[in-house]
Every structure is written in C-alpha cells, then in structure tokens.
C-alpha cells in the first residue's frame, strides 16, 4: 500500500530564509505525488505535482520539489521564505489502480517568523 | 459557484443525534469525494463518487456513515447516532476527471467542522 511520511510536524524558518518540508514515499510502484497547502480557514490548494515526467517540479509561489527514487523522498523546498507562506503543508500520494484516491500525510506547519 | 461550497461550515449537535452536511461541488465536475481532518491529521478518505454511483465507499468508518449524489451534482454526508469520535472537519472536493493520478488536483471546499458534545 502507498504512504507518506512528513518528517517533521513544525517548521519554522526566519522571513527569507530557505524552506525544506521533508517527506518520504512507500510505494510498489512508481508513484504519483502531490503537494497541497492550507492555510487557515482555507481551503486545500494544490502547489505542485510529480507524475512521472521531470523529477523537478515547480509549482506556485516559488515552491518546488525534487522526485529522487534512490531515497523515496519528495522535499518540498522554497529559496526564500515569505511571511505568507505560513500555512500547513501536506505530501499527498495517489493510490495505484484507484487512481482516485489520494492518502496525505500528517502535514508539517510552516511558521514564517519575521 | 466558482468553487466547492459546503455547508454547514460549523455544525454543533449531540451525542446520538443525526446530522447531513451538504457539498456543491464545482460544475460540471463529474467526480465528488469526501474527506475527513481530525486534529492534528492529514485527510482521511471516506467515499468517492462518480457520477451519482458511489465508486468507492471504503473509507466509511462504520454504517452510520452514508453518503448521497441523486443528481450527479450536490452531494449530502450523513451520520446517524453521532459520537464524540466522529468530531472533526468534513471536507469535500471535486475534480472534472476521475482519473486523479494523471491530474491530481481536487479541488477542496473549505470544510464543515463537526462538533459533538
């Protein structure tokens, strides 16, 4: 069965200054993998996505992510971190075969200090 | 709308009532699927539907749990006989396509918190 783990469950980083959010994958296959962002009293928005084309992927805001099956890890990183961008942070892996479902992990929370 | 709406956003009730909360998901977005948030946790899945057929209903913790689509569009979760455990936020997402692996992106309302005292 896919998983996800968040290695850390708070993060907190000085206003620009870079942000990595760890997260590592079990998966039989290769995965498709996500990343969303919620940020209080919002809803669930999709930041990037990793299905199999270029390992690096850019999504929005500046955030990306590098796919590296030798480790199953999928970190999310950000150069410079912005005071908006305090929020909860979630690896998302989509279930084999399903195609529809989609299994998060327990989210890190970003707190951006100034 | 221009995005997923649920209602209600909060929902207080007691031990051993029942209770609906409803989803209005983007349209045209054929897919429709249910969530769950309990603090401190990621999302769990409860069902997904297809259509009005529910296409996989395993997350469902037990048989209190049901979830309706009669039409295809608005969907309704309810929850008979609720306990201090079913505490959490229901959230709802839809997505123009089934295939969710090729796309991933749901797009998610903004939740109904359930509060049972």
């Known amino acids: 069965a896919q998983s996800v783990t968040q290695l850390d469950s708070h993060v907190s980083v000085s206003e620009g200054t870079p942000v990595l959010l760890r997260c590592n994958y079990s998966s039989s296959y290769s995965p498709s993998l996500f990343w969303y962002v919620q940020h209080p009293n919002k809803g669930l928005q999709l930041l990037l996505k990793?299905?199999?084309?270029?390992?690096l992927v850019k999504g929005i805001n500046g955030f990306e992510a590098e796919f590296k099956k030798s480790e199953t890890s999928f970190h999310l990183t950000k150069p410079s971190a912005h005071m908006s961008d305090a929020a909860e942070y979630f690896c998302?892996?989509?279930?084999?075969?399903?195609?529809?479902?989609?299994?998060f992990g327990t989210g890190t929370l970003l707190a951006v200090q100034p | 709308g221009a995005g997923v709406s649920q209602t209600p956003s909060n929902k207080v009730t007691e031990k051993g009532k029942y209770v609906e909360l409803r989803c209005d998901p983007i349209?045209?977005?054929?897919?429709l699927y249910w969530y769950r948030q309990s603090l401190g946790q990621g999302p769990e899945f409860l069902i997904y539907?297809?259509?009005?057929?529910?296409?996989?209903d395993s997350g469902l913790p037990n048989d209190r749990f049901f979830a309706v689509r009669p039409e295809g569009s608005v969907s309704t979760l309810k929850i008979q006989r609720t306990e201090r455990g079913d505490s959490a936020v229901y959230l709802c997402a839809s997505s123009p396509t089934v295939r969710v692996g090729n796309t991933g992106e749901l797009f998610f309302g903004e939740g109904s918190r359930l509060t049972v005292l």
């Open positions: 990793y299905t199999s084309a270029a390992t």
């Open positions: 998302v892996v989509s279930e084999i075969g399903a195609t529809n479902k989609l299994i």
């Open positions: 539907f297809q259509g009005t057929g529910a296409a996989d």
């Open positions: 349209s045209g977005h054929t897919a």
